[in-house]
Structure formats: C-alpha cells, structure tokens
C-alpha cells in the first residue's frame, strides 16, 4: 500500500510556464514533507521541504503547498526552464521515525524549449 | 568536500555470490540510510544507521546486511546475490536532530548492480 502517491507519471510543460507537480499521502503521522530533483545517472538531490506546521514554502521559482485537510501537497516551478527537465520525487516522513523518508513512484517533468 | 560517495557505480554478479556495496561521507552526519530504486517503483528504504553501531531495518531489507563501525562509512552487503536484487542503490545522509528529525538527506550517486 503505497502511502506516498506520485499519480501523474509524467508532465511536459512550454519553457516560461507554471510546473505544477502533485503528490497525496495516505498516513496522518506525516508532518515533514520533501521535493527532490532526480537526473539520469545521479542521485536525488534536495529541492524544497515543508513542515506539517506551514502551508506553503518558497525557494526562489520553486514554491511548495500542503494541504493537510486534503492529504495534499504540490510543488509550484514558475517560470519553467529546460534544466528543470528531469525526475522529481515527492517524500515524506514522521516525527519520531528516525528520519526514515517514504517516497513517491516520481513525476518526470520535461520542459518544452 | 565529496560529500556521499558510492563505489563501485556498476557491478554484475552471479546468483549467490556476495558482494559489499561502499558508502562514505565527510560531513559528520549522525545519519545514514540505503535505499533501492526499481522501475516504477520509487526510493525504498533498506537499512538505516542513527549512529555508529547503531543499524535498524527499513522497509525491505530481506537479503541485505549492514553495519556501521564508524560515523563516515556504511557499507551494505549482499549475503547471497537474486535476480530479484537487481537495482540502483542509494546511499544518503543527513544530521539527525533527534524525534523531530527533518533535515533534508544527501545522496550518493548510485551504485547499479545487476544480478545474472
């Protein structure tokens, strides 16, 4: 059963547009909330985190929403860019265990020059 | 300043064979985890460290040993290679701040490892 759902397999967008990329959670016990950025042949690297105490985080063109209510959360990139082409994983975790992050199956995103 | 460092980045085993999977890192975190990547799949956590000598299993560690005898290395074994363990793996780290842990985790580039 997964607890973090990654939906949307895939998102291409025009270059200079809005990137949005959703994931939904199933498990109440998550209160942290992480994007990271995946390209081929390297390892994830950190984007963006949300608390469980915020609604939205932003970081530049990278902007996070959670929706608690709705089990919900939603990485804004505005304006898109051709190196934001890539695998994105949204991860979350628990207070209290040890860091141990769930993630996401990842959305890949490619941005249309 | 590395950061997290895998080697090998590919190996190709036989079944049964038993091989070590190397991780390090130079930034003093207190945690480290192993995760694998399979098609479709996402990041599934293995085995994670709090600390030196101090191991838990994460979500699928049947098939994997690991120990941790120093704060900077954490190496995963392969007891007895299956086909089923072909995959990417990860290697990651972070500070650990304790029951409300939530720094953000640094990765090593991989490890691919194919079983035959």
């Given amino acids: ?113 | 300043n590395a950061g997290v460092t895998q080697t090998p980045k590919f190996q190709v085993l036989k079944t049964g064979q038993s091989m070590t999977l190397q991780c390090a890192q130079d930034m003093n975190h207190e945690y480290m985890s192993w995760y694998r990547q399979d098609p479709g799949m996402g990041l599934r956590l293995i085995h994670y460290s709090v600390g030196a000598g101090i191991t838990d299993q994460g979500e699928v560690p049947n098939g994997y040993n690991v120990s941790r005898s120093t704060t900077e290395d954490f190496p995963l074994r392969l007891l007895s290679a299956a086909p089923s363990q072909t995959s990417v793996y990860f290697c990651a780290s972070s500070r650990f701040s304790g029951l409300y842990s939530n720094q953000p985790q640094h990765f090593g580039d991989g490890t691919r490892l194919s079983i035959l």
């Avoid at chain 1, 898109?80 to 949204?90: E, L």
């Fill in chain 1, 1 to 113: 059963d997964q607890q973090v759902k990654q939906n949307s397999p895939s998102l291409s967008v025009q270059e200079g547009r809005i990137s949005i990329l959703n994931c939904d959670y199933t498990n109440s016990m998550f209160d942290y909330f992480l994007w990271y950025k995946k390209y081929p042949a390297e390892g994830p690297t950190f984007l963006i985190s949300i608390s469980s105490i915020k609604d939205k985080n932003e970081d530049g063109r990278f902007t996070v929403f959670l929706n608690k209510s709705a089990k919900h959360l939603s990485l804004h990139i505005v304006p898109s860019q051709p190196g934001d082409s890539a695998v994105y994983f949204c991860a979350a975790s628990a207070a209290g265990a040890n860091s141990k992050l769930t993630f996401g199956k990842g959305i890949t995103l490619s941005v249309r020059p």
